[in-house]
């Protein structure tokens, strides 16, 4: 399973920026798809999730700002009103089945770099 992580860069504090994920390989079903992410000397941290029923959990940090929607396999993250705090490496991450009766397994993306200058 390879998650593919697009988007992502500079831009100036109050503006937006769009993250996309594509997962691929031996898929049987996604049962959450979402975004953390890890600012430098700090734990990484949740930002957004999707379940496969369309339910989205989101960081109080990021409420009405960011928004999270999954279509199949691709999950995309709408980021706006973007803050300096916002600056950080960007993970994509599914919990994937790879099999029907198969355990749950996380997989990450490779870290986008997303800044925000104030």
């Known amino acids: 399973v390879q998650l593919q992580a697009s988007g992502g860069g500079l831009v100036q504090a109050g503006g937006s920026l769009r993250l996309s994920c594509a997962a691929s390989?031996?898929?049987?079903?996604?049962?959450?798809m979402g975004w953390y992410r890890q600012a430098p000397g700090k734990q990484r941290e949740l930002v957004a999730s999707?379940?496969?029923?369309?339910t989205t959990n989101y960081a109080d940090s990021v409420k009405g700002r960011f928004t999270v929607s999954r279509d199949n396999a691709k999950n995309t993250l709408q980021m706006n009103s973007l803050k300096s705090e916002d600056t950080a490496v960007y993970y994509c991450?599914?919990?994937?089945?790879?099999?029907?009766?198969?355990?749950?397994?996380?997989?990450w993306g490779q870290g986008t770099q997303v800044t925000v200058s104030s």
């Open positions: 991450n599914a919990l994937v089945r790879v099999m029907p009766t198969g355990p749950t397994r996380s997989y």
């Open positions: 999707i379940t496969s029923g369309g």
């Open positions: 390989g031996n898929i049987f079903s996604i049962n959450a």
